[in-house]
Nanobody
């Protein structure tokens, strides 16, 4: 088991910004990609963004494209999600996840390890 520890959630007004962080512990941990997913009350978990370490490709859900940025440091085993221009519909629990092999980075079932989640609440 590889613990992923998230931080940075909180309450923010619409139009504001937050930065989420996710750090993986374990000396031998090496992932293929890391992603962020979110789950709002009464809704299914959905893909937000992913960062594939090899080549540095990034992927975004259409709903956050242009507002959110994923970036990270593979050597530090840390990934961030910078969220700007937040909207009330961004309110959810945000989860960090690590994917250990190639494949579709937008599918949650392809990820092996998950963080505990951090709450993001955007007030109108």
């Amino acid at each position: 088991q590889v613990p992923l520890v998230e931080s940075g959630g909180g309450l923010v007004q619409a139009g504001g910004s937050l930065r989420l962080s996710c750090a993986a512990s374990g000396r031998t941990f090496s992932s293929y990609a890391m992603g962020w997913f979110r789950q709002a009350p009464g809704k299914e978990r959905e893909f937000v963004a992913a960062n594939r370490w090899n080549g540095g490709s990034t992927y975004y859900a259409d709903s956050v494209k242009g507002r959110f940025t994923i970036f990270g440091d593979n050597a530090k085993k840390t990934v961030y999600l910078q969220m700007n221009s937040l909207k009330p519909e961004d309110t959810a629990v945000y989860y960090c996840a690590a994917k250990m092999s190639w494949g579709d980075v937008k599918k949650d079932y392809a990820y092996s390890y998950w963080g505990q989640g951090t709450q993001v609440t955007v007030s109108s």
